[in-house]
């Protein structure tokens, strides 16, 4: 009996020595478990605060480059733009991507001149521009993407965040108020005013988006097709634009009036806004398809400054595209 007695007081001992030793060993691993989870929160917690300053400097950036400047820079600040910069989703003509990094800067030497933090992976980081020139040139999206690199101790740790700004490369736009009836004491030719048909908007700014949607490669030919066409030349206009579903404007600027009115050819079809920035009425002279100003009618909050950049409220994002 004492023999069976010992047994049984050792197999106890040993099964309270075991399922101590299994619990000492589930509680070592929690604890290594959260250890290394909190380790991974505060790596990613440092990739995100670098993310968070590059899309601070980048928007800083585009203020100083926006704010004050004629609307051209427009054309110098995307003029390396490509669709082999976008992402996947983005990857149509209507997109214009810029990608900076810290071994290429496809800016001026202000940008490119800006030290690019030492803590992350260039190969795995970079801050993209990116917008859509046919429904909105105005609205710039800035994804930022951040890696550390192997000389931190969370290498591979990485973090991304998204900001979009309106920069005034357009206004919000006004309802045209047109008369369908000239009253009949108006003399004929009579120049339209270009506020009339495109309120806020100015010359400027259509032809920055203009130029905007030839640099992305946008086109009567192309799905989506290009909506704004401003034309410095008083050759006869030959091609057909525009559709029922997508109008055009059609813009022939004070260089092309100044030499001659400008005509359009009979067999050319327009299916938009034809207009003549010109003194002398030469808007007159041939008969408009449609008068409408929807190819330029952008999306605009109420109330906003479209003179500056500012944030589109609502657009931050802790994640990419």
């Given at each position: 009996?004492k023999s069976h007695r010992g047994m049984a007081t050792l197999w106890t001992a040993s099964c309270l020595v075991f399922i101590t030793?299994?619990?000492?060993?589930?509680?070592?691993?929690?604890?290594?478990?959260?250890?290394?989870?909190?380790?991974?929160?505060?790596?990613?917690?440092?990739?995100?605060?670098?993310?968070?300053?590059?899309?601070?400097?980048?928007?800083?950036?585009?203020?100083?480059?926006?704010?004050?400047?004629?609307?051209?820079?427009?054309?110098?600040?995307?003029?390396?733009?490509?669709?082999?910069?976008?992402?996947?989703?983005?990857?149509?003509?209507?997109?214009?991507?810029?990608?900076?990094?810290?071994?290429?800067?496809?800016?001026?030497?202000?940008?490119?001149?800006?030290?690019w933090p030492d803590s992350i992976d260039t190969s795995d980081s970079f801050v993209?521009?990116?917008?859509?020139?046919?429904?909105?040139?105005?609205?710039?999206?800035?994804?930022?993407?951040?890696?550390?690199?192997?000389?931190?101790?969370?290498?591979?740790?990485?973090?991304?965040?998204?900001?979009?700004?309106?920069?005034?490369?357009?206004?919000?736009?006004?309802?045209?108020?047109?008369?369908?009836?000239?009253?009949?004491?108006?003399?004929?030719?009579?120049?339209?005013?270009?506020?009339?048909?495109?309120?806020?908007?100015?010359?400027?700014?259509?032809?920055?988006?203009?130029?905007?949607?030839?640099?992305?490669?946008?086109?009567?030919?192309?799905?989506?097709?290009?909506?704004?066409?401003?034309?410095?030349?008083?050759?006869?206009?030959?091609?057909?634009?525009?559709?029922?579903?997508?109008?055009?404007?059609?813009?022939?600027?004070?260089?092309?009036?100044?030499?001659?009115?400008?005509?359009?050819?009979?067999?050319?079809?327009?299916?938009?806004?034809?207009?003549?920035?010109?003194?002398?009425?030469?808007?007159?002279?041939?008969?408009?398809?449609?008068?409408?100003?929807?190819?330029?009618?952008?999306?605009?909050?109420?109330?906003?400054?479209?003179?500056?950049?500012?944030?589109?409220?609502?657009?931050?994002?802790?994640?990419?595209?």
């Amino acid at each position: 009996m004492k023999s069976h007695r010992g047994m049984a007081t050792l197999w106890t001992a040993s099964c309270l020595v075991f399922i101590t030793s299994l619990l000492a060993w589930i509680t070592l691993q929690s604890v290594m478990s959260e250890t290394k989870r909190s380790q991974h929160q505060l790596h990613t917690a440092q990739a995100l605060a670098i993310s968070e300053s590059l899309l601070e400097t980048s928007i800083a950036f585009i203020d100083s480059t926006y704010s004050g400047q004629d609307v051209s820079i427009d054309t110098s600040f995307w003029r390396n733009a490509s669709q082999s910069q976008c992402p996947p989703k983005q990857a149509s003509v209507q997109w214009q991507c810029l990608k900076w990094t810290g071994a290429l800067s496809p800016f001026d030497k202000d940008i490119g001149a800006l030290a690019w933090p030492d803590s992350i992976d260039t190969s795995d980081s970079f801050v993209l521009f990116l917008r859509d020139v046919k429904l909105a040139p105005h609205k710039v999206k800035i994804w930022v993407q951040v890696s550390l690199n192997a000389e931190q101790a969370g290498a591979g740790s990485r973090a991304s965040v998204q900001q979009s700004v309106y920069v005034p490369i357009s206004s919000p736009w006004v309802a045209p108020d047109l008369e369908t009836t000239p009253p009949s004491d108006t003399k004929p030719c009579v120049p339209v005013t270009w506020q009339k048909l495109f309120g806020n908007t100015t010359p400027a700014q259509l032809k920055a988006i203009s130029e905007a949607q030839t640099q992305s490669g946008l086109s009567s030919q192309t799905k989506p097709s290009r909506s704004v066409y401003w034309n410095d030349s008083p050759l006869t206009w030959t091609q057909s634009l525009g559709s029922q579903g997508e109008p055009v404007i059609l813009i022939f600027s004070s260089l092309a009036c100044a030499v001659q009115c400008p005509e359009i050819a009979t067999q050319a079809a327009i299916t938009g806004m034809v207009y003549f920035q010109s003194a002398n009425a030469c808007q007159n002279s041939v008969p408009q398809l449609s008068v409408q100003a929807e190819a330029a009618r952008f999306e605009w909050p109420t109330g906003i400054d479209a003179s500056r950049v500012q944030r589109v409220s609502g657009s931050w994002k802790n994640g990419g595209l």
